[in-house]
């Protein structure tokens, strides 16, 4: 007795030359829409070239049970067949028993096994499905799709193997695919170009390069479009004063771009400063941060150590001599020479007034917290005498949070006033010294 079974219907659809139970063809339409489960209308195929044009190498014809849960039935045909040369042609299924079934029409794109993203293999994006299809008789061929003939919807641009636009670059190797929206590879993409050219507190001189970086705890500028993305983050130390660039590659260029100084850990440290972009050449970014753009004050001490001329900082006993330094004037000004009222005081609380001269200190001396940017440090090296020794040949520039390895050097006044003369013979001088007619000790020639 024989028991019809489905496998031995489909393994003997093709020895036994039983007619095919649907015939389909198809046409290709555009990559399916974002969002979209079905392919817009198209016309129908007339050549291979609208297959080629769009990628599609094959069309797979599966046939699966009615609930789409096992595939029975697969053929794959080229996308355009030679049977579609035929405008009426199709291509042939299975014999299939009576019963309902679903057919898939599958897309392949032409380069196949290369398909990105991985998890749809090497197939087209969509898959066509044709639900419901009912065989009657197994002995008469239908025709799929009712005189209209399903969609196999093309792969996108940027997965279709093809170079679209011509450029040289075929998908995620076309900037376009890379940085536009991803859909096509003619998006026009250009390089832009922002040149920063930051700068503190009104562009004070003495708040440059590294030095000021560390005084305002600002560790990079950070570049970000106005979708708030980073375009770069040059390190202070670069650009603080100086200039840096900002290069990348967009679809869109940003209307505007910001500018935040930021601390190290990421922590802004000022708002950010807007700057319109330029389309079409370079962006020149040459922002001010003032004191008022800092989110917290900036408020710091700077310390500094003397160093007296041939090399000592011993206060107390400055040169190879007999010369004692008993006090020192020091005076801190504003980072344009201009006097600060009250003056600046040490971290103990003592003015650095220039008119009350200090003990000669016999450490380094750490200012109060001073919360603005640049300053210049003047000081004066006196004899018991109350005579000048030694002064700074010009101000030395200081900011706050500037650390203690910060040197303030005094040169030596010359002819030196009588109190400040350091031998009057050779045995006053240290060896391999001699008493100078000026009555200092200088190295033996
Ligand atoms: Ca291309
Ligand atoms: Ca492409």
Not at 229 to 247: E, K, N, R, S
Not at 313 to 330: K, M, R
Request: proline share 12%; aromatic share 6%.
């Amino acid at each position: 007795m024989r028991r019809p079974s489905l496998l031995a219907a489909l393994a003997c659809a093709a020895a036994c030359a039983e007619p095919p139970s649907f015939t389909v063809r198809w046409r290709v339409g555009e990559p399916l829409a974002d969002g979209a489960t079905e392919p817009a209308d198209a016309p129908p195929l007339a050549a291979p070239y609208d297959c080629a044009r769009v990628g599609l190498f094959q069309v797979l014809v599966q046939t699966w049970t009615e609930d789409g849960a096992v595939l029975l039935d697969e053929r794959p045909h080229r996308c355009f067949p030679a049977s579609f040369e035929d405008p009426d042609g199709a291509v042939d299924g299975p014999n299939l028993p009576p019963g309902t079934y679903q057919v898939r029409l599958q897309g392949v794109r032409r380069d196949g096994f290369a398909y990105d993203p991985p998890e749809t293999g090497r197939f087209a994006p969509g898959v066509t499905i044709l639900d419901g299809v009912t065989i009657e008789d197994a002995q008469a061929t239908i025709r799929l799709g009712d005189g209209d003939d399903p969609i196999v919807a093309a792969p996108a641009p940027c997965n279709d193997g093809i170079d679209n636009d011509g450029d040289g670059f075929v998908d995620g190797s076309d900037l376009a695919c890379r940085v536009g929206a991803g859909t096509s590879e003619d998006d026009p993409t250009r390089i832009l170009q922002v040149r920063l050219e930051p700068t503190f507190f009104g562009d004070n001189p003495n708040l440059t390069g590294a030095a000021s970086c560390l005084a305002l705890d600002v560790d990079r500028f950070e570049v970000r479009d106005d979708e708030g993305t980073l375009l770069g983050a040059p390190a202070c130390a670069d650009a603080a004063g100086g200039v840096a660039f900002v290069t990348w590659i967009s679809a869109r260029p940003p209307a505007t771009v910001s500018v935040t100084a930021v601390a190290a850990d990421g922590t802004p440290r000022t708002t950010a400063k807007t700057v319109p972009v330029v389309a079409e050449g370079l962006t020149v970014a040459d922002v001010d941060f003032a004191d008022t753009d800092f989110l917290e004050p900036v408020v710091a001490p700077f310390g500094f150590a003397l160093r007296f001329e041939g090399g000592s900082s011993d206060c107390a006993d400055p040169d190879p001599g007999l010369l004692t330094l008993a006090q020192v004037t020091i005076e801190v000004r504003g980072a344009h020479g201009e006097p600060l009222d009250p003056p600046v005081r040490l971290d103990d609380g003592t003015p650095l007034d220039p008119a009350a001269p200090l003990a000669c200190p016999s450490a380094a001396l750490v200012t109060e917290p001073l919360s603005w940017g640049g300053f210049l440090v003047e000081a004066k090296a006196l004899s018991p005498e109350g005579e000048v020794c030694f002064a700074t040949a010009a101000p030395e520039p200081a900011a706050p949070g500037t650390p203690i390895a910060f040197v303030v050097d005094l040169a030596r006044v010359v002819p030196p006033p009588p109190s400040c003369r350091t031998c009057q013979e050779d045995d006053d001088c240290l060896p391999a010294h001699t008493c100078s007619a000026d009555g200092l000790c200088e190295p033996a020639p």
